[in-house]
């Protein structure tokens, strides 16, 4: 199945620093989202960007959909120790956004 | 989220059985799925149902099996042919965007 690129894997920072995290793929995407999944649970949403170029954010987290429509970025401003957690993009190539192509996830760990 | 319901929350079983992992949802969301997750992976997509009393494959269908009989219900059977099963299981709904479950740990003894 298709695959989306997601980078880097981990990063590993100090409480305060801000963060980037990018997908990219070979293919178009209609919708960009990114989720954020905590240990043991299933992945919460974090943003959706349904528009190529929208910038979209969400108190600290800010989100980006490529003008190319084959990428997407996450930007985490000014990090805590709760943000610790794995980050995914997902795409869907579909308008009603049902089939969802997963990254392989962006592992946090911020230190105090 | 809340509204899906997945049990057990870990799950042990002998190499070649079958079992089944439940995924019970409230929203009344018409769309289901279920997604297998690897450490250090994404989510692969396992099969996936837009309407009760239909379902179509995913990319990773399988050794696995499926049915929707009700639309709060979605049940996934990881079979015996299933080569390795020992994973993390996320069902999900669709409601605007995809809603998920907390997950099944399966481990095979």
């Known amino acids: 199945g298709q695959q989306l690129n997601q980078s880097p894997q981990s990063m590993f920072i100090q409480e305060g620093e801000d963060v980037s995290m990018n997908c990219t793929s070979s293919?178009?995407?209609?919708?960009w989202l990114w989720y954020k999944q905590d240990p043991g649970e299933g992945p919460v949403l974090l943003i959706a960007?349904?528009?190529?170029?929208e910038l979209t954010s969400n108190g600290r987290l800010t989100a980006q959909f490529g003008i190319t429509r084959k990428d997407s970025f996450l930007n985490i401003s000014a990090s805590i120790p709760s943000d610790v957690g794995i980050y995914f993009c997902?795409?869907?190539?579909?308008?009603?956004?049902?089939?969802?192509?997963f990254g392989e996830g962006t592992q946090l760990t911020v230190n105090p | 989220d809340g509204g899906i319901t997945q049990s057990p929350k870990y799950l042990f079983r002998k190499e070649g059985q079958n079992v089944t992992l439940s995924c019970e949802q409230n929203?009344?969301?018409?769309?289901m799925y279920w997604y297998r997750q690897d450490p250090g992976q994404g989510l692969r997509l396992i099969y996936y149902s837009q309407i009760v009393n239909d379902f179509q494959k995913g990319d990773i269908a399988e050794g696995y099996s499926v049915s929707r009989e009700k639309k709060e219900s979605f049940p996934l059977t990881v079979t015996s042919a299933q080569k390795n099963p020992t994973a993390f299981y996320l069902c999900a709904t669709l409601g605007g965007r995809q809603h998920f479950g907390d997950g099944t740990r399966l481990s095979i003894l």
């Open positions: 960007l349904y528009k190529a170029g």
């Open positions: 997902a795409g869907s190539q579909e308008t009603s956004g049902s089939r969802l192509t």
């Open positions: 929203l009344n969301h018409d769309a």
């Open positions: 293919s178009i995407f209609n919708t």
